[in-house]
Structures are given as structure tokens and as C-alpha cells.
């Protein structure tokens, strides 16, 4: 039935409608609707059509005064209940194209069913990702490709490249869950514990199909609504991740930027402090909208160790794409972190609190999150210094117990403010007996997961750690005497490699239990660098103030610069030991306050290239033949790596390097047959000029 004629027969029936204009031009286009029409390419001959040709129907009232709806071709036309003047008008969802549902079979039901009831089973999680999607208002325009809605473009990218080719890859499994916060909504989740499959792909399209974009942007309850859903699974096995997707500012008090950015990242940071780098917490921003609190949010959860992402793409269908694939990678790469490769099932994070980086510059004495470990009376907690010596692959213990004279014992910070893929960090400093810091700041270094935790050992844990520094720290000093000895080379400015001393602190707890933590100098955070990782990255182009950049021989027959001599370190490890193993994650700060510059570095790892069934186990972060292979697909030989790294050949008595044999533990043999291995082991050699 014609629509005109519909109003005329309500009229005549007795209803109150009021009778239905002939065209638009007949009510009162507001400013708020013609911004709406521009923003979303509706045009008025649309609107007219809705009008002339469409269906009415009562709308949802608008600020407590109804409305008529009005639909025709996918646009979507709202005006006042006495037709007056128009409100607003929108795209239908979906309209002009369609993602089909995949069938579901039997099987496919039964495994869903299986992975809700194993749900229960917060040890089973594999992963949680909790993603907080923008259905406010502006989510209607329809400037993405090919004029689809924003909604349309981040539900329809959600489900083919999240869900869909996760689970195509083998990326996501039913262990994976997922849950939804509507920011901008009434409701309160949209999906709560899913398992990636999918039926969950199907209900994402469901959402695409028919969930309707309204009101404003408000972030304070979408997030505390992701706080409870992160919240639930309190197993530390499972890898976390909170994305925002949105297009625009907050929409929290009245609009008032200042006031949203200090609560959301208040919010934030209450998550971030517990979750540290088990969370991943980001922002996909869609469009050229207002972001600088999305990015503050970012910055606190980076804070705390959380791994961070903000991405702003156009509203082209590959850009929201490509940023769902990394979004996907991050998680991977959690979980990833998270796995022993020996057991194929992923550790469990302890439960440690975290304090941001930024404090870490403060210390004060009298506040209660210090724990104190003294030798002095009233209680004994009976601390002790140990050395890990390589060579007699044993410990020792040292004459002094603290580095400064006055020291009696050690506070210990309750809180931890790093965090590696293996170890947490935290504040250590030696006190006097008064309970007063005395000496340089120290840092402690312990486990991050449960399973490493030995009850019987306590000192278990940190003998790899410190047989890896000291090994890297030997190759260092071979490494120093090749570069210094280069010709035309100003010994007085050219930085060398060091790795830190570090020590196992061993005292008694609150509960009469023996404790322990590796300890050594605290370097300065907001100068810390990775000039390389143990996955292949190297980094390039840095400028570091107070030290040379770049260095030639007098001659010109080669020239550097500083950030090649981290990564010719690297190679030449794995010249120099046979090729039998690549020392990299150099990390640390180049101390340029002394008589000659220094790399000061910490936490290396080593690749050892496997040739027997007899293998050397240098921690979690060595990957093997596969982790020196990554590094050389990025390195890039510079003059340097091409002068110390020449071809071993037989030397004279004064030109020596030793390098030894490495053990997996302390020798049995004799000192006779010692001695005779060594001189066989014991290899003369000197580089070829």
C-alpha cells in the first residue's frame, strides 16, 4: 500500500497520526541532521524518497520525545512525532553487501559445547582477549571503502581477519576465548567467555547484521566492564589482551577531555599494575577523530610493562585488515613467551604487583613496601652473598657480604617495575643499621613464572644467568682487545663491550623460609637500550648525546658507527667460538661519563648450535640454530664486523686468544686429565690482517 495512502486511511479510522508531508523539502532540515547527511552521503533526493515511497514506523524516543521512522532503500530517516523537522538519518546496517554464515555441523557443535563446559577449567585458558567496540553515533558514517558504515567495517574485519583467519591459521583455538564490551551502549556485554570457533564467527556476523549504532561514547563503563571480564580467570596460565576500537574522544563528563583521560587511565592502570606484560592493552583508531586519550591509556599500561599498541588507519577494508593481523601477532607472540617448549604447555605467571617506571627514581626509607633483610639485631636474617664461579661450576662465597662498608643488610621493594620474557625486576638497596639506604642502587632479578620456583634450591633458578653473563662477559674482553688494537683507532673514544657483575643475595624470609635473589647495579632506565633481541631485531639509527657516533681509521680504510659495535659483538661471538654459539640480546646503556665510553649490558642470551645429542642449555631465550639463523637474515656485515671477525689462523705466543671448552656441569675428571684436556682444547690463534 502507497504510504500516503496508509496516513490518509490512519486519519480517517480516527487515529491521531498526523498526516505524512509529500516530500522532505516540506520539514525543516536541522543543522545536527545536515551534518549527519554529509558525514554518511545520504542526499536529500534519499531523504525524499523515505518520505514519499518508505515505511513508517514509531521510533525509539529521542530525548523523552517521540519520533517517526522512516525506511526505504537502506536509509534510515528520523523526524519529529509531528513531522515538523528531521532529526537524523543513517545507512541500514549491512546494507548493499552481505557476509554469509559458515554451516555448522554436528561436529562443530559438539567441540563448541565441549570447549563451554571445559571453560570452567580457568587453568585450560590458553588465552582471553576482551575487545571494547565503538557503537557510538558516529560509528553511522559511511565513509569506509565502497561507502560501508564504519560498524560495517570494523564488524565484517572483526570476524573474517580476527576470527576467521586465526582460526584458518590454527592461531585460535577453542582454549582461546573472547569477549565483547559495547562502548556507547545500553547493554551490558555483548559476548561474554566465547570460544574461538565457529559458532562465534557466526554471532560476530549476527552483530554485523543487526546491532544498531546509538548515543554517545562513553569509556569509564566499557572499561570497567573489560576490568571484570579480564578479572575472572585468575589462573596466571592464560595470555590476555584489551583492544579498543574506536573512532573518536570519550564521551565521559559532558565531554571534558581532561576529566576522561585522568579516570581512563586511573582505570588502566589498576589492570596494568596487576597483569603486567601478560596484558596487552591497545587502540585501533578509525578515522581522523580525537585520540590523545586512547593514547595515554596506551602510555600507563606501557608503564607497567604491558605491552602496548596504538594504530590509526584510514577507513580503507586493507588498512583495519593489516591492523587486525598484528593485533593477532601480539597475542601470538604472548603466548609464545608464556610457552615451555619442553612440555608444550604454557607457564604460569606469578602474582607479583607492579609500580610504574616512573617512580622508580624516588626512594624512601620510611615507606612500608620495602622489605629489610639485616644481619643486625633484633632479627637475623641471616643474609649472605654468593658468587657463581664458572669454571669450578660451583658457588662461592666471597669475604664481603655488602659492597658498602656501613651495610648490614638489604631492602628489598615489595613491588617489581620490569619485566623480561623470563625474569621480573625489581628495587634492592644495601642498608645500614638504622634501616638507612647506604651505597649505589641495586636491582634484584627473580623468576616470572611458578614452575621455575625450586623450594629444595633456591639459588637454582639463577646459576644459568649467571654462567651466561660471565661467559658473555669473557667474549667481551676478546671482543675489546681486537677493536682497541685496530689500527688508527683512538682507544679514548671508542665504546667497549661490559657485562655487569651479578651476585645471589640468600637470606631469611618472614616465614622462616631461605630466600634469594640476583642482584647487580641498577642501570638508568630512561638511557636503557636493546640494540639487538634474540628474535632477529637489530636496531639502527639512534643518536646518543655526549659520545662520538661515528669512527675511521686514520688511513680511510674503514669507518663505523657506534651502533655497529653492539652487532659486530654479536658476530664475533660466533666467530670466535667456533661457531659454535651467538651471544645477542644486547641490552643495557652506554655510559659516557667515564674516562672511556662503555656499553654497560645485562641479560644477554646465547644461540647454541646444536652438533651432538649432548646439548648445552643456555635458558629459555636460546632458540638454537634457528635463533642464529634469525640473526643473520637481518645483520648486516658493517667495516667493523669485517675487521674483527677475519679468518682465525695460527698465531704467535703474543698474539693469543684462548677460548675453552664449556660444560654443562663441573668436571669429574682428574687434574692430570684437566690439565692434558686443556692443551688440547687450549686453541693459538690470532686474527689474520
Excluded at 420 to 439: L, Y
Excluded at 463 to 475: D, P, R, V
Excluded at 595 to 616: C, M, N, S, W
Aim: include cysteine; charge should be neutral; glycine fraction near 8%.
Amino acid at each position: 500500500m502507497d504510504p500516503i495512502q496508509a496516513g490518509v486511511m490512519g486519519a480517517e479510522t480516527g487515529a491521531t497520526h498526523p498526516p505524512i508531508p509529500s516530500s522532505a523539502n516540506d520539514i525543516l532540515a536541522t543543522v545536527h541532521l545536515q551534518d549527519r547527511c554529509f558525514e554518511r552521503k545520504i542526499s536529500p533526493f534519499e531523504l525524499n524518497a523515505a518520505i514519499k515511497y518508505g515505511t513508517r514506523t514509531e521510533g525509539e524516543p529521542r530525548n523523552g520525545m517521540r519520533c517517526w521512522k522512516f525506511n526505504y532503500k537502506g536509509i534510515t530517516y528520523l523526524t519529529s512525532y509531528d513531522m515538523d523537522y528531521g532529526i537524523t538519518a543513517y545507512p541500514d546496517l549491512c546494507f548493499g553487501f552481505d557476509l554469509e554464515k559458515v554451516t555448522i555441523t554436528q561436529k562443530m557443535k559438539d567441540a563448541h559445547d565441549e570447549a563451554t563446559r571445559r571453560s570452567s577449567d580457568h587453568h585450560s585458558w590458553n588465552s582471553h582477549v576482551v575487545v571494547v567496540v565503538d557503537q557510538s553515533g558516529s560509528m553511522r558514517n559511511t565513509d569506509a571503502t565502497k561507502s560501508i558504515t564504519r560498524s560495517d567495517l570494523v564488524w565484517l574485519t572483526l570476524a573474517l581477519d580476527y576470527i576467521g583467519k586465526r582460526l584458518r591459521t590454527g592461531e585460535a583455538t577453542s582454549k582461546d576465548f573472547l569477549s565483547l564490551v559495547e562502548l556507547g551502549g545500553d547493554q551490558e556485554y555483548l559476548l561474554r567467555y566465547q570460544p574461538i570457533d565457529w559458532i562465534l564467527y557466526n554471532r560476530i556476523v549476527d552483530l554485523l547484521r543487526g546491532h544498531h549504532p546509538c548515543g554517545g561514547g562513553n569509556y569509564l563503563p566499557a572499561i570497567d566492564k573489560a576490568h571484570n571480564l579480564l578479572s575472572y580467570n585468575r589462573s596466571g596460565k592464560c595470555a590476555l589482551q584489551l583492544i579498543f576500537l574506536t573512532d573518536g574522544a570519550p564521551s565521559d563528563f559532558n565531554g571534558n577531555q581532561v576529566m576522561s583521560k585522568y579516570e581512563s587511565c586511573n582505570r588502566i592502570a589498576s589492570l596494568a599494575r596487576r597483569f603486567g606484560s601478560r596484558l596487552t592493552v591497545g587502540g585501533f583508531c578509525v578515522g581522523k577523530g580525537k585520540f590523545s586519550t586512547l593514547e595515554e591509556m596506551v602510555k600507563t599500561a606501557e608503564e607497567y610493562n604491558c605491552k602496548g599498541f596504538l594504530m590509526k588507519a584510514s577507513l580503507r577494508v586493507e588498512d583495519v585488515s593489516s591492523a587486525f593481523c598484528q593485533m593477532s601477532t601480539l597475542i601470538t607472540d604472548t603466548k609464545t613467551t608464556m610457552t615451555d617448549f619442553k612440555t608444550n604447555s604454557q607457564r604460569t605467571y606469578r602474582d607479583l604487583i607492579r609500580e610504574p617506571k616512573s617512580a622508580i627514581r624516588v626512594y624512601v626509607e620510611a615507606e612500608k613496601e620495602w622489605k629489610i633483610y639485616s644481619n643486625f639485631l633484633p632479627r637475623n636474617a641471616n643474609v649472605v652473598r654468593t658468587l657463581f664461579d664458572r669454571k669450578g661450576y660451583q658457588w662461592v662465597y666471597p669475604e664481603r657480604t655488602f659492597e658498602s662498608d656501613r651495610a648490614v643488610g638489604i631492602a628489598v621493594r615489595d613491588y617489581i617495575f620490569g619485566e623480561g620474557r623470563e625474569r621480573a625486576v625489581r628495587r634492592v638497596r644495601e642498608v645500614n643499621s638504622k634501616g638507612q639506604f647506604v651505597g649505589r642502587p641495586l636491582v634484584g632479578k627473580e623468576t616470572l613464572f611458578q614452575e621455575d620456583l625450586d623450594p629444595h634450591d633456591v639459588r637454582a633458578f639463577h646459576k644459568n644467568f649467571c654462567k651466561l653473563q660471565q661467559l658473555a662477559e669473557k667474549y667481551a674482553v676478546f671482543f675489546n682487545r681486537k677493536l682497541l688494537s685496530l689500527p688508527g683507532i683512538d682507544c679514548s673514544k671508542v665504546p667497549t663491550i661490559q657485562f655487569l657483575d651479578c651476585w645471589v643475595m640468600m637470606f631469611d624470609t618472614e616465614n622462616n623460609k631461605r630466600g634469594a635473589i640476583l642482584v647487580e647495579k641498577m642501570l638508568d632506565h630512561e638511557k636503557y637500550t636493546k640494540w639487538n633481541t634474540n628474535g632477529g631485531y637489530v636496531r639502527t639509527g639512534t643518536t646518543y648525546p655526549g659520545s662520538a657516533t661515528s669512527f675511521s681509521a686514520q688511513n680511510g680504510d674503514y669507518h663505523f658507527t657506534l651502533e655497529d659495535i653492539p652487532q659486530a659483538y654479536s658476530h664475533f661471538t660466533y666467530n670466535a667460538s667456533g661457531r659454535r654459539f651467538l651471544v645477542c640480546d644486547l641490552q643495557g646503556v652506554l655510559d659516557t661519563k667515564k674516562h672511556r665510553p662503555v656499553f654497560e649490558l645485562t641479560d644477554p642470551a646465547i644461540h647454541y648450535r646444536e652438533r651432538t645429542d649432548r646439548r648445552i642449555d643456555f635458558g629459555r631465550t636460546d632458540l638454537g640454530e634457528q635463533g642464529i639463523d634469525q640473526f643473520f637474515r637481518t645483520h648486516e656485515c658493517s667495516d667493523l664486523c669485517r675487521m674483527v671477525c677475519r679468518q682465525w689462523i695460527d698465531g704467535e705466543e703474543d698474539d693469543i686468544i684462548q677460548y675453552e671448552s664449556i660444560h654443562e656441569g663441573p668436571s669429574m675428571k682428574s687434574e692430570e686429565e684437566e690439565e692434558e684436556g686443556k692443551e688440547k682444547t687450549t686453541k693459538r690463534v690470532k686474527f689474520a690482517l
